[in-house]
């Protein structure tokens, strides 16, 4: 049974720093492209971040410079971290990790069509 979890969300103030971690299991993920996804109460659904299997990473101009997306492939498990610093209240979203079914990824900021499977998301609230 293919399964990603988050976890790691919770309320900071800005200028504070989160990691996120998504477990992802049931199947190859080491082979696929892995992304984190957000949304905000009355927005729609945006790309953070995105790694493939190779390691190439590319982010939403939005968060660049502030958070790093990295993959730690264990022995049935893929972990997919977000390193999150300098927080602003505009991060404030629910945020997903998602995986596709290719090797490399989809342009950031186009259609996440290819995003197969989703975790249900761990909250971010950043205060100002």
């Known amino acids: 049974q293919v399964q990603l979890v988050e976890s790691g969300g919770g309320s900071v103030q800005a200028g504070g720093s989160l990691r996120l971690s998504c477990a992802a299991s049931g199947t190859t993920f080491s082979r696929w492209c892995m992304g984190w996804f957000r949304q905000a109460p009355g927005k729609e659904r945006e790309g953070v971040a995105y790694?493939?299997?190779?390691?190439?990473?590319?982010?939403a101009d939005s968060v660049k410079a502030r958070f790093t997306i990295s993959r730690d492939n264990a022995w049935n498990t893929l972990y997919l971290y977000l390193q999150m610093n300098s927080l602003k209240p505009e991060d404030t979203a629910m945020y997903y990790c998602a995986a596709t079914l290719t090797s490399v990824c989809p342009l950031l900021g186009s259609t996440s069509r290819p995003f197969r499977y989703w975790g249900q998301g761990t909250q971010v609230t950043v205060s100002s």
């Open positions: 790694i493939d299997s190779g390691g190439s990473t590319s982010y």
